[in-house]
């Protein structure tokens, strides 16, 4: 059903949970709910503008043998394993476990991202065949990813400014925001980098409006439709396609913390009641909740022309990386973070985190092929996919992969 039939059902029944009328929690899921189908269609109007781009980049590239088939197949594919039933009641058992021990405060309501679970569990079943180790592997990742979700609260609502919440989002959490955590303690040591500092706020102080997220978003999108040399029609049509981009993200996730605020206000009421003053629960999401931050947005338009610049560039990439600039805007979101808005640094953290990915993606192609064709997808020679570009997939490869081929 994805993200937007199950986040508002979650949020209905969370919200009953917490004491709320069925009439103001029903409103608050299916208000997260539109802000979360929201945001879909801003990455889809992002994914459908940069097409021509892609295409065009595509097409220069004779050796591309490996598809790239996009996180959205892979995710549903991933609820195909036997045990993936028993993935949503013994997870949600083990958070509402971790809470009335207070060894966390995390409540995760991000069912559909329960796939960062299932997929690394899916390649180990896959591969060996066990479906205790898959069971096994799913109940590790939700009660660690609780735990680690804890440690980023802080950091999150400080720079995001969402109060209440937290991210809760597997992969990112385990990669992208301890990767560029290190990132930024390396560029803390090197000299005239370490104090360049440089915000989206400082550029529109500095040039006024032509700093603005949405101009900055027209020039791209031109200077990329220009770049690939589209038809002047295409040309602006990439232009305005980013600028909207730029302009409707933030006010997507305003909707969605719209829905959200309510169960957050209802969550701490009675946890207050019935634990103590102490327990400051927060409600884990999605990481797209950080879409609507101004560098975030900048550093998406910005990373899309680099990650295709990548594929050409790194040794051995056989696969050019169309799910991959899918998922940019989310990627952006930890490189922000970790860099405290600092635009430069945002930029080559990402970029670092880009080319890990892909190169770990490209590396494990073989194990995420014998993943998916087991699950029932139908792809001709190897096939790998961003959400394959994490340590986990390496590990599960170089244990696994080669006693499977």
Not at 84 to 95: E, F, G, S, V, Y
Request: glycine share 10%.
């Amino acid at each position: 059903m994805g993200a937007t039939v199950i986040l508002p059902i979650m949020i209905t029944l969370l919200g009953l949970l917490f004491k709320m009328k069925f009439s103001q929690a029903l409103k608050s899921g299916l208000t997260v709910g539109i802000g979360f189908a929201g945001l879909g269609l801003v990455v889809t109007l992002l994914n459908t503008t940069i097409t021509p781009a892609v295409e065009y980049y595509k097409g220069l590239g004779s050796g591309f043998t490996t598809v790239d088939v996009g996180w959205p197949a892979v995710g549903g594919a991933s609820w195909g394993v036997p045990f993936a039933a028993l993935t949503i009641p013994l997870a949600l058992l083990i958070n509402l476990l971790f809470i009335r021990l207070k060894w966390t405060k995390t409540m995760n309501v991000d069912i559909w991202n329960f796939i960062h679970f299932l997929i690394p569990a899916s390649m180990a079943y896959y591969l060996t065949g066990s479906f205790w180790l898959g069971l096994g592997m799913v109940l590790f990742f939700s009660a660690i990813n609780l735990i680690v979700a804890d440690k980023l609260t802080k950091s999150w609502q400080e720079y995001f400014g969402l109060d209440g919440t937290t991210c809760s989002t597997f992969s990112f959490l385990f990669w992208n925001w301890p990767l560029g955590l290190l990132i930024n303690k390396i560029i803390d040591y090197i000299p005239g980098l370490n104090k360049v500092d440089l915000s989206v706020e400082k550029i529109n102080q500095k040039i006024g409006n032509w700093g603005d997220p949405i101009i900055i978003g027209l020039v791209v999108g031109i200077f990329l439709g220009l770049l690939t040399r589209q038809p002047y029609y295409t040309v602006l049509s990439m232009g305005i396609g980013i600028a909207s981009v730029m302009l409707l993200m933030p006010k997507m996730v305003g909707v969605l913390m719209d829905g959200l605020s309510p169960i957050s206000v209802a969550v701490q009421r009675t946890m207050h009641a019935r634990v103590g003053e102490d327990s400051d629960i927060v409600v884990g999401m999605d990481l797209a909740l950080g879409l609507g931050d101004s560098t975030v947005i900048t550093a998406t338009v910005i990373g899309i022309p680099i990650t295709i610049a990548l594929a050409f560039i790194l040794p051995n990439i056989s696969y050019f990386p169309v799910g991959l600039l899918m998922s940019v805007c989310y990627m952006s979101v930890f490189a922000a973070l970790t860099s405290k808005g600092n635009l430069v640094r945002t930029i080559i953290t990402l970029t670092i985190t880009l080319a890990l990915t892909m190169l770990i993606a490209n590396a494990v192609a073989p194990s995420a092929t014998i993943m998916m064709k087991s699950s029932g997808m139908n792809i001709t020679g190897l096939g790998t996919d961003g959400m394959f570009g994490y340590p986990w997939s390496l590990i599960i490869a170089l244990l696994f992969g080669e006693v499977a081929w």
